[in-house]
Structures are given as structure tokens and as C-alpha cells.
């Protein structure tokens, strides 16, 4: 048995499925889908929450993190909040 082809039918058991409607594309009436859009056409969905970074930026970003890790980690041995273990 699956639920694909069952519904429950309100008397705690379950009813077959009949034939589903051949024509249910012709319900979806979205501009998402592209159905209401002359020719069809899909259109063209922009994500305002993704802005993507450019290249240049990140290699920046992650140079200046790795120069400045190494700077707080040679003050932190030039201080002597740190040692080195045979030291």
C-alpha cells in the first residue's frame, strides 16, 4: 500500500486514488512557470539575496585574515604570552 495511491477516507482506514487529471500542467497558471508568459518562456528570476563577491575581494579577505592571525601570533611570542615548547 502507499499513500501515493491511498487517501485516508475519514473512518480511520483508506480509499484508492482514482486517476489523477491528465491535464494538471494546464492548472498551473504561475508566472513562475512560465504558463501565463508569451511563448512559454521561463523568466528570468533574480536572487536578491545572493550577491556574489568577486574574486579580487575574497583573496583580499583571506590574505589579510592570514596576515593578521600572523601578527597576533608573533606579538603574542614577542610578549612571551606564548612559548615555544623547547624553550
Do not use: C
Amino acid at each position: 500500500m502507499s499513500l501515493q495511491l491511498h487517501r485516508p477516507d475519514g473512518k480511520g482506514g483508506f480509499e484508492v486514488r482514482t486517476g489523477g487529471d491528465p491535464a494538471w500542467r494546464d492548472s498551473l497558471r504561475s508566472s513562475r512557470w512560465g504558463a501565463s508568459l508569451k511563448g512559454g518562456k521561463l523568466p528570468a528570476l533574480t536572487n536578491p539575496e545572493m550577491n556574489p563577491t568577486s574574486s579580487a575581494r575574497s583573496v583580499a579577505f583571506w590574505v589579510a585574515l592570514a596576515a593578521i592571525t600572523f601578527v597576533l601570533v608573533m606579538a603574542g611570542y614577542l610578549a612571551g604570552v606564548w612559548h615555544f615548547a623547547g624553550a
